[in-house]
Structures are given as C-alpha cells and as structure tokens.
C-alpha cells in the first residue's frame, strides 16, 4: 500500500485586508507545486480574490466551491471527495471560493460544532496532499475561525507599517483563544513581512521593530516581501508571480520565503 500523506494545513490569516494574504497564499502554493509537493489550496473569502488570481474569471458562477462544501457538511450529506476542486496548471489544487460564503457565517449560526466545519473537509483532503494551504478573508469572524481550527499553523503576512503591526495584538489574542479553546495543536508559522520599501526608513525601522517586539517568541521569516507593481499585475493576469515575471524581484523574494518555510518546517 502506498504511504498515506498528511498535510500540513496552513491558514494565512491577517484581519487587515490588503497585507498581501491572497498573493502570499499563491506564491507559496506555486512555489511549493514547483519543488513538488501536492498542494491543496482553499479559498475562505467571500471575495474570491485568490480563485480570480488562479484564472477563474466569474468566481461568483462557479457550480460548487467552498460554501457548497460547507453547506453539504452541514446538512450531514455526502459529496465526492474530489468535487469542486480545479486542478491548476500550475499543479496545485484549487477549492474555489466566492461570495456565497458570506451567507455561511450567518447558516453557521444554529450549526453544531460550527467552528470546525472547515475542519471537517480538510480532514477529508489530508491524505491526499503535501500541503493544504488556506486563504482567509480579512476579519476574525467564523470563517477565519474555521480556518484557525483546521489548520498546524498560522502564516501572518503584515506590511511594514506601524499600524499594521499595531493590529497584530488582536489577531495573535484571537489565536491563543483558539489555541485554547478549540485547536491546541496551532503553532504559529511565522510573520511575514510584505510590501517592504527597503529605501525607506520607516520600513526598515518598523521592520526592526517587529523583530524586536515578536521575535523572541515568534518566528519572524528573514525573508522581506518588497513592494512591487508586479504584484498588482500578476493577480489580474489569473497566474503566480513566477509564471508573470520569473526573474523580478518580487518573484525571487517568494521562491526565497518559499524555500525558509520549507526549512522551518523540518
Ligand atoms: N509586494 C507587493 N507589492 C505591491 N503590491 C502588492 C504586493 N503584494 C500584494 N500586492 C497588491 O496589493 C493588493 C492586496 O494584496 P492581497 O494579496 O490581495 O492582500 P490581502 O489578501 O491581504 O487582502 C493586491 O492588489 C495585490 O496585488
Ligand atoms: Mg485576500
């Protein structure tokens, strides 16, 4: 019999929107399908903005994604494990998201065991993946914290500003509560530092400030993520950073963070 694989399940949470969650969840799904591992990557936001950035252009009008999933687990039904999930090619999986899910919180309400849902489905899906990566929607509500009860390990990207990094106190609260109450085996993956403008002060002094106040206790990745317009070029093009400009900057910093994590991780 061939060995059963368990993934590793990643949430990348940060409840400030625009820190680079979405480009940070794909480069590091592609990065990791390039040095082959088998990578299941989950959309959690309503936005849908990592399934438009994986090529799907009309998220909204897709048969089932996630919110189907979790509407069928909720309802005690069965569904064919691999259902709604789009192979990419970049050879990762993808279970697509969209604005139903924002219905879900509210379905969620009256639900038994409503904070593992999400949990539920990836436990269906460890045996078949490396890596199980999800990407959260941009606040601390049930579907973060479905993420947060699925997952090994939290990945925070933040920008090197003072309040982003401010904003973390709420969201590491919100982890060790989780940590308590729900998921004890959560570990903190590490921050990631994104959108870094190294040439000027106030990035590097808050990048500074960041190591000094979390470092001790929390990896903080020595790889910096520099802020580049090719990001904002690469999530309508619906492709990884690699396949739109494989020698930039901002590509090389990803295959570099995509390597640490790996490293970290042994
Ligand atoms: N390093 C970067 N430099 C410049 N722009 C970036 C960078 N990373 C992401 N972006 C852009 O910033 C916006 C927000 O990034 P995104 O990854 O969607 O963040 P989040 O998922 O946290 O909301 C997007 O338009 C994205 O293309
Ligand atoms: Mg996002």
Known sequence: MMK??????IAIANQKGGVGKTTTALSLAAGLAERN???LLIDADPQGSLTLSCGITEPDEIEFSLANVMTEIVK??????????????EDFDLMPGNVLLSGIEVELVNTMQRERILDYYVEMQ?????????????????????ALAAADGVLIPT???YLSVKGLELLMGTISKIKRRINRKLEIEGILLTMVDSRTKLA???SEIVRSSYGEHIRIYT???PVSIKAAETAMQGKSIYRHSKSSKIAKAYQAFT???????V
């Open 4 to 9: 059963q694989k368990t993934a590793t399940t």
């Open 37 to 39: 591992y088998s990578v």
């Open 76 to 89: 005690d039904n069965d569904f064919e494990i691999t259902k709604g999930i789009v192979p990419t090619d």
């Open 126 to 146: 460890r045996s078949r993946y490396d890596y199980i990566i999800i990407d959260c929607t941009p606040s601390l509500g049930m579907l973060t914290i479905n």
């Open 159 to 161: 920008q090197a500003n």
């Open 204 to 206: 590097r002094s808050v």
């Open 223 to 225: 790889t910096e993520i």
């Open 259 to 265: 390597d640490e994590f790996i490293e970290s991780e």
